[in-house]
């Protein structure tokens, strides 16, 4: 019997199954009946646990497999005909190869489980924007996390109808052994097979995986944009909303902002921040000439070490049911820990992200601290639990986006906040972004990692015509969002952070935003647009004397060295990078020779 009404789906399904050979297959159709009936399975089977359902109802707890906590890059690859294609920042795998190396893993795998086809929807089901996405997979645990990150089941089958359009999304857990690991993206065939892993980030494929890789693919084919940026609104008492997008690489704060509460001296000005999304924008051009961005997603993936009241109680209520917790400390109770949280952990009773017994003050052989929760555990909640989300999330159009912001972690090179003379200048200012390491990161700390657009690991192509693509997205707008570069990083020689940051950001957006409305002049320097100091509200907000004129300096000889660096790494895309990203890059070495070695 046919499993839904979409011949080609059902071939294709039957096809994998012949393949992976579970024992039986069985249809997500979104009821909270089957969501019960899969786990309480899960919770039997040890896969998911249910936690103190007093504190924290409808919760759930998971560990991952100790080799298995965090997405794999050097194991995830774009699989094009054409190795150009898949451009110097990717890795590449012939198509035919790539289905052959997984299909040796895959076939078997599902011996004595059950295969779940998950229908699935980024973006409002129906939607001129969204896409649809079929996941096949043998994980009662990505089931659940999907069930919160998309629109799932009968009502996107019976959108997709018998003729329609879907991404084919394969996972396996395999035996999660990381030799035997690969994340596989085959834009050509709008596909993605993922086997090995039980992690998140790369078995929940309706995110990074399709979201942007494949959605960045056919994005420019189809003249719109696929983006890893938080999409927050600023309200204002007169009622009138205004959108930014925001691009920020790791460790930069992006789910802090897209969720921030307003500073104390602000609030008298009545403003009110909506959460549209955290993570990924989709952007279209609209009739009107504007720029219109949807969130894909329904859920958040966030990170829970380091969240806590202070930086983001957004976040922090947004979890508080309905949500599966990876990998933290499990508390006796039943309740959740983790590093930098809110309250004290339990001094005893305690089990580590391993299941090892744990308490606070526990060190190794070497005397190292052992944390509780990995660096990397997470929380899966739905985007309509957080207090801030916005009620335009469901809107088939999305909202318009007034104002698009680049940001990096930089100690002493770019200012709190500058603007681009042009959209062609913003392109190039997105393509140039960069983060110092640090000490969470693999690699050398301080060491500079250029993360374009921090689309670095998630352009699902060569990055020279994305850089091309947002050129000829500009020339079709009516109407440019103004793009502006941030940096809340910024120290002082102690190594301290000049600008306090977190909902003071707002500060910063109220800029930006009456930028947007050219509402305030702005001084102009070799690099683009910075603020006359008078035009930043600092109510209630006291920094040390000087720390608003040093987060604000220009030294031009530390920016011919990042000059330098950029040209180093224009050059790793040969001919492909588009001459207008070059004639920037002279048109600020220019600027730069002009100002001299003077610092303003």
């Given at each position: 019997?046919?499993?839904?009404?979409?011949?080609?789906?059902?071939?294709?399904?039957?096809?994998?199954?012949?393949?992976?050979?579970?024992?039986?297959?069985?249809?997500?159709?979104?009821?909270?009946?089957?969501?019960?009936?899969?786990?309480?399975?899960?919770?039997?089977?040890?896969?998911?646990?249910?936690?103190?359902?007093?504190?924290?109802?409808?919760?759930?707890?998971?560990?991952?497999?100790?080799?298995?906590?965090?997405?794999?890059?050097?194991?995830?690859?774009?699989?094009?005909?054409?190795?150009?294609?898949?451009?110097?920042?990717?890795?590449?795998?012939?198509?035919?190869?790539?289905?052959?190396?997984?299909?040796?893993?895959?076939?078997?795998?599902?011996?004595?489980?059950?295969?779940?086809?998950?229908?699935?929807?980024?973006?409002?089901?129906?939607?001129?924007?969204?896409?649809?996405?079929?996941?096949?997979?043998?994980?009662?645990?990505?089931?659940?996390?999907?069930?919160?990150?998309?629109?799932?089941?009968?009502?996107?089958?019976?959108?997709?109808?018998?003729?329609?359009?879907?991404?084919?999304?394969?996972?396996?857990?395999?035996?999660?052994?990381?030799?035997?690991?690969?994340?596989?993206?085959?834009?050509?065939?709008?596909?993605?097979?993922?086997?090995?892993?039980?992690?998140?980030?790369?078995?929940?494929?309706?995110?990074?995986?399709?979201?942007?890789?494949?959605?960045?693919?056919?994005?420019?084919?189809?003249?719109?944009?696929?983006?890893?940026?938080?999409?927050?609104?600023?309200?204002?008492?007169?009622?009138?909303?205004?959108?930014?997008?925001?691009?920020?690489?790791?460790?930069?704060?992006?789910?802090?902002?897209?969720?921030?509460?307003?500073?104390?001296?602000?609030?008298?000005?009545?403003?009110?921040?909506?959460?549209?999304?955290?993570?990924?924008?989709?952007?279209?051009?609209?009739?009107?000439?504007?720029?219109?961005?949807?969130?894909?997603?329904?859920?958040?993936?966030?990170?829970?070490?380091?969240?806590?009241?202070?930086?983001?109680?957004?976040?922090?209520?947004?979890?508080?049911?309905?949500?599966?917790?990876?990998?933290?400390?499990?508390?006796?109770?039943?309740?959740?820990?983790?590093?930098?949280?809110?309250?004290?952990?339990?001094?005893?009773?305690?089990?580590?992200?391993?299941?090892?017994?744990?308490?606070?003050g526990l060190t190794d052989e070497q005397g190292k601290p052992v944390k509780g929760a990995h660096p990397n555990s997470r929380f899966t909640a739905p985007i309509e639990q957080c207090p801030s989300h916005s009620f335009r999330l469901d809107h088939h159009h999305g909202v318009n986006i007034s104002?698009?912001?680049?940001?990096?972690?930089?100690?002493?090179?770019?200012?709190?906040?500058?603007?681009?003379?042009?959209?062609?200048?913003?392109?190039?200012?997105?393509?140039?972004?960069?983060?110092?390491?640090?000490?969470?990161?693999?690699?050398?700390?301080?060491?500079?990692?250029?993360?374009?657009?921090?689309?670095?690991?998630?352009?699902?192509?060569?990055?020279?015509?994305?850089?091309?693509?947002?050129?000829?997205?500009?020339?079709?707008?009516?109407?440019?969002?103004?793009?502006?570069?941030?940096?809340?990083?910024?120290?002082?020689?102690?190594?301290?952070?000049?600008?306090?940051?977190?909902?003071?950001?707002?500060?910063?957006?109220?800029?930006?935003?009456?930028?947007?409305?050219?509402?305030?002049?702005?001084?102009?320097?070799?690099?683009?647009?910075?603020?006359?100091?008078?035009?930043?509200?600092?109510?209630?907000?006291?920094?040390?004397?000087?720390?608003?004129?040093?987060?604000?300096?220009?030294?031009?000889?530390?920016?011919?060295?990042?000059?330098?660096?950029?040209?180093?790494?224009f050059e790793t895309f040969g001919d492909r990078l588009p001459l207008e990203l070059w004639a920037q890059h002279e048109a600020l070495e220019r600027r730069l020779e002009e100002l001299g070695d003077s610092r303003t």
């Open positions: 019997m046919a499993l839904t009404k979409n011949p080609q789906l059902n071939q294709w399904i039957d096809e994998m199954a012949q393949m992976c050979q579970p024992d039986k297959i069985i249809l997500i159709d979104g009821s909270e009946a089957q969501k019960k009936q899969l786990t309480d399975e899960a919770c039997a089977t040890g896969e998911v646990a249910r936690l103190n359902q007093e504190k924290l109802p409808g919760c759930l707890y998971h560990r991952t497999a100790q080799n298995d906590v965090a997405r794999v890059e050097h194991l995830t690859y774009i699989c094009t005909t054409l190795k150009e294609d898949a451009g110097p920042t990717n890795n590449w795998m012939a198509p035919q190869e790539g289905y052959r190396r997984a299909a040796e893993i895959f076939r078997g795998s599902m011996k004595g489980r059950t295969m779940y086809v998950i229908p699935f929807s980024m973006g409002p089901v129906g939607s001129p924007f969204s896409k649809i996405g079929v996941e096949l997979t043998d994980s009662i645990y990505v089931v659940l996390n999907m069930l919160i990150m998309t629109r799932a089941g009968q009502e996107v089958l019976d959108t997709l109808g018998a003729g329609g359009a879907f991404t084919k999304c394969l996972h396996g857990k395999a035996e999660r052994d990381v030799n035997k690991r690969l994340i596989l993206h085959f834009p050509e065939d709008n596909a993605i097979w993922s086997v090995g892993s039980g992690y998140g980030g790369n078995v929940l494929l309706g995110k990074k995986c399709l979201a942007l890789r494949i959605a960045s693919y056919i994005a420019r084919q189809e003249m719109w944009l696929a983006e890893h940026m938080l999409i927050l609104g600023i309200e204002e008492p007169s009622g009138r909303i205004d959108y930014i997008a925001a691009a920020f690489p790791s460790a930069c704060g992006k789910t802090n902002l897209a969720m921030m509460v307003p500073p104390e001296g602000l609030k008298v000005k009545g403003y009110r921040i909506w959460t549209v999304g955290d993570d990924i924008a989709w952007m279209r051009i609209d009739t009107d000439g504007k720029l219109w961005a949807i969130n894909p997603e329904t859920g958040f993936f966030g990170v829970a070490p380091g969240t806590n009241s202070r930086t983001n109680p957004n976040a922090l209520a947004t979890t508080q049911k309905n949500t599966i917790f990876t990998n933290v400390v499990l508390n006796p109770d039943g309740t959740v820990w983790w590093e930098d949280g809110e309250g004290e952990p339990a001094a005893a009773g305690a089990l580590d992200w391993k299941g090892n017994p744990w308490k606070p104002a698009i912001v680049f940001g990096g972690r930089r100690a002493h090179l770019a200012p709190l906040v500058y603007q681009a003379f042009s959209w062609s200048h913003g392109v190039y200012m997105g393509a140039t972004m960069a983060s110092e390491r640090t000490a969470a990161q693999y690699g050398k700390q301080g060491e500079v990692r250029r993360d374009p657009m921090a689309m670095l690991p998630f352009c699902g192509y060569n990055m020279a015509d994305y850089f091309e693509h947002w050129l000829r997205m500009g020339v079709r707008m009516r109407w440019q969002p103004k793009i502006f570069h941030v940096n809340w990083f910024r120290q002082d020689e102690d190594g301290n952070f000049l600008w306090p940051g977190y909902g003071e950001n707002l500060r910063i957006l109220e800029w930006i935003l009456a930028r947007s409305r050219n509402d305030l002049q702005a001084v102009k320097t070799a690099i683009g647009f910075v603020p006359r100091l008078k035009d930043i509200d600092m109510t209630d907000l006291a920094l040390p004397p000087g720390a608003m004129e040093s987060l604000f300096e220009i030294d031009p000889q530390a920016w011919r060295q990042e000059m330098a660096s950029v040209a180093e790494f």
